[in-house]
C-alpha cells in the first residue's frame, strides 16, 4: 500500500486544481484567521500542510499522495492510484438512481476535498435534523481519511429512504467490536488526516464513530452496523434510520413529551421523515397529536448542551470530556451523569424548543456554518439574539452549536464585564432559571 507521504517528483503544480487550492485556504484562514500560513505563497504552503515534499539527499520535490488527492484531478490521480474512484448515489428505493455524480463526471475536480463538501452540502440541505446532519458528515470524513486508495472498488457512499451505506476499500485498522467505543486512533493516512483536522472537520482522538453512536442511540435508531469484506478488502458502514421497538413508560412519556405550536421552528413534525410503517406505529405511542415531540427529537437538542458532538471547537475550550457547567450559572446541575456514559440527565437540562423560534435560529446561522468566527462576530450575534429575548447558557450552546463552557467562558462573561449584557437574576447567579438580557441602558449611553 502507498504511504500518502510519499513524494511524487514528477508531479508539480502544474498537476494541481488551483480552484481547490483557493477553497481549501478560504476555509483555512476562516478557521485559523491569525495563522501566520495564511501570508505563504502557493509551495510553502502546501509544504506546511503536507501537500507538498521535499527529498533532503537529492533536493528534488513534488505533490506528495496525500496533496495529489486532495488537490489534483481525477485524470491526474488515476496515474497514481489506476483504482482511485468516488461515487455518491440516491434513490428513492427502487433500482433507479434519482441522482449520481462519480469522480470521473467531469464535470467537477473529482478530488476528495471537492467530494467532501459537495456531499456536505447534499446532507445539511437534505436532512433536516442538525445532528443528524452532522453524524453523517462524520461518518463520510472518517470513511475518506481511512480508505485505502490504491484498493478496488472505489470509495461509494449510498442513500436510500431507510438508510445510507458507506463502502469503502479497505480493511479496519482496530477490531470491529471496539470501533465504537474505541479511543485511540490507528491512522491508515495521516496526511490526509491532517489536511482535513487543520480545517476542523476531524480529530486524531478515534472518538468519531462512537459519537455517531450515541447519537444514534438518542434517536432510538438502529445501532450502526459494520461489516467486514475480508475478500473484497472493503469496510461497510450502515447507518439505519429506522427506530428500534421499545417499550416507553407512561413515566418516560410524561417526562420527554412536549406539546409544541406551528411556531415556524426548523424542524419538520415527526411524521414527516420517519415515514417507515416502523417509524409511524412508534408515532402514533408516542405523540397524541401531530404538533408533539417525541424523546429522541427533545434529546438531540440535549446533545447540544453537552458538547460533546459539537466539532466547533472554540481557541481557548479545554475540558471538553467534562459534564462541569459553568459554576456561576449552571451549578445546580453539577451532580448529573456525563454524556459519555450515556446516562439520562434531568430534564432541567432540555432546551425549551418553544424558545427556539424562527427568527433566532436564523440570526445564529452564521455561527453554526462556519467553525471559527472572530470574537466580534459572535459577540454581535449574541447580542442581536439577546434583542430578541433573554436566553439561558444552554439556549445559546444549542443556538450557536458550540460548548456551553465555550460561550460562557469566551463571550458571555467578557459581554457582562463590558455591560453590554446582564443577568436576569443578579442577586442570584445560582439561579436554576438564570438568563442573559440585552443591556439598553449600554445603547443610551
Not at 435534523?129 to 470513511?143: F, G, H, R, Y
Amino acid at each position: 500500500m502507498l504511504q500518502d507521504n510519499l513524494i511524487l517528483e514528477h508531479y508539480g503544480l502544474n498537476e494541481l486544481n488551483f480552484d481547490t487550492i483557493k477553497s481549501y485556504r478560504d476555509r483555512f484562514a476562516e478557521v485559523k484567521q491569525a495563522h501566520p500560513w495564511n501570508a505563504l505563497e502557493t509551495k510553502e504552503f502546501l509544504y506546511k500542510v503536507g501537500a507538498w515534499g521535499k527529498v533532503r539527499d537529492t533536493h528534488k520535490e513534488g505533490v506528495t499522495l496525500a496533496g495529489l488527492l486532495l488537490f489534483s484531478e481525477e485524470r491526474i490521480i488515476t496515474e497514481v492510484l489506476p483504482q482511485y474512484f468516488l461515487e455518491y448515489r440516491e434513490s428513492k428505493g427502487n433500482e433507479e438512481w434519482t441522482e449520481r455524480f462519480t469522480s470521473q463526471d467531469g464535470t467537477w475536480s473529482g478530488n476528495i476535498f471537492d467530494f467532501y463538501f459537495h456531499i456536505h452540502k447534499i446532507v445539511r440541505n437534505s436532512e433536516p435534523q442538525p445532528s443528524i446532519a452532522s453524524s453523517l458528515t462524520e461518518v463520510l470524513i472518517n470513511m475518506l481519511i481511512h480508505a485505502d486508495y490504491n484498493g478496488e472498488g472505489g470509495v461509494i457512499l449510498e442513500k436510500q429512504p431507510s438508510h445510507y451505506v458507506f463502502s469503502n476499500p479497505g480493511l479496519l485498522l482496530v477490531p470491529t467490536d471496539s470501533v465504537f467505543s474505541n479511543t485511540v486512533s490507528q491512522l491508515r493516512n495521516p496526511n490526509i488526516v491532517k489536511l482535513f483536522s487543520l480545517l476542523g472537520l476531524c480529530e486524531r482522538s478515534g472518538s468519531g464513530l462512537k459519537k455517531v453512536k450515541q447519537n444514534w442511540s438518542l434517536h432510538h435508531y438502529k445501532t450502526p452496523a459494520i461489516d467486514q469484506d475480508v475478500s473484497m478488502h472493503r469496510t461497510v458502514v450502515t447507518l439505519s434510520l429506522s427506530t428500534q421497538e421499545r417499550q416507553v413508560s407512561s413515566s418516560e412519556k410524561d417526562t420527554y413529551h412536549t406539546s409544541a405550536t406551528d411556531s415556524g421552528n426548523n424542524f419538520k413534525d415527526v411524521e414527516k421523515y420517519q415515514n417507515t410503517p416502523e417509524n409511524n406505529a412508534e408515532i402514533d405511542s408516542y405523540n397524541k397529536n401531530k404538533y408533539s415531540y417525541n424523546k429522541g427529537l427533545i434529546e438531540e437538542f440535549k446533545s447540544y448542551n453537552n458538547g460533546v458532538n459539537s466539532f466547533n471547537k472554540e481557541d481557548n475550550y479545554y475540558n471538553n470530556e467534562s459534564n462541569l457547567y459553568n459554576n456561576d450559572v449552571n451549578s445546580y446541575i453539577n451532580n448529573h451523569n456525563s454524556y459519555n456514559n450515556e446516562q439520562e440527565e434531568d430534564s432541567s437540562n432540555l432546551v425549551n424548543v418553544e424558545n427556539i423560534d424562527t427568527k433566532l435560529w436564523d440570526i445564529a446561522a452564521l455561527a453554526r456554518e462556519k467553525k471559527r468566527l472572530s470574537p466580534n462576530q459572535m459577540e454581535h450575534i449574541i447580542l442581536e439574539l439577546c434583542k430578541e429575548k433573554p436566553l439561558m447558557l444552554k439556549e445559546f450552546a444549542y443556538l450557536l452549536e458550540r460548548t456551553p463552557d465555550g460561550v460562557r467562558n469566551n463571550y458571555l462573561t467578557k459581554l457582562l464585564r463590558k455591560g453590554q449584557l446582564q443577568l436576569k437574576y443578579p442577586n442570584q447567579p445560582n439561579h436554576p432559571k438564570q438568563a442573559y438580557l440585552f443591556n439598553k441602558k449600554d445603547i443610551e449611553k
